[in-house]
C-alpha cells in the first residue's frame, strides 16, 4: 500500500524523503557497532601491549 502511493505521485519527493529515512535508520546501528567494536579492540590491544 505505501509502495503504491509513492509511486503514484509526481513529484517522487515523498518517495526520496522514505528511502533517505530508510538509510538512516539503517546506519544508525551499523555504525554504533563498529564504534563500540573499536573501543573494544583499542582496550584489548592497549592491554596487550603492556
Same mark, same amino acid.
Given at each position: 500500500m505505501?509502495r503504491?502511493? +509513492? @509511486? ?5 519527493s515523498?518517495? @526520496? /524523503?522514505?528511502?533517505? /529515512?530508510?538509510? %538512516? +535508520?539503517?546506519a544508525?546501528p %551499523?555504525?554504533l557497532? *563498529? /564504534?563500540? *567494536?573499536? =573501543?573494544? %579492540? $583499542? $582496550? =584489548?590491544? $592497549?592491554?596487550k *601491549? @603492556?
Open positions: 505505501c503504491a502511493v +509513492l @509511486e503514484s505521485e509526481d513529484g517522487q515523498t518517495a @526520496e /524523503g522514505v528511502n533517505n /529515512g530508510i538509510v %538512516y +535508520l539503517m544508525i %551499523y555504525i557497532v *563498529a /564504534g563500540i *567494536a573499536y =573501543f573494544i %579492540y $583499542k $582496550k =584489548f590491544s $592497549k592491554s *601491549a @603492556e
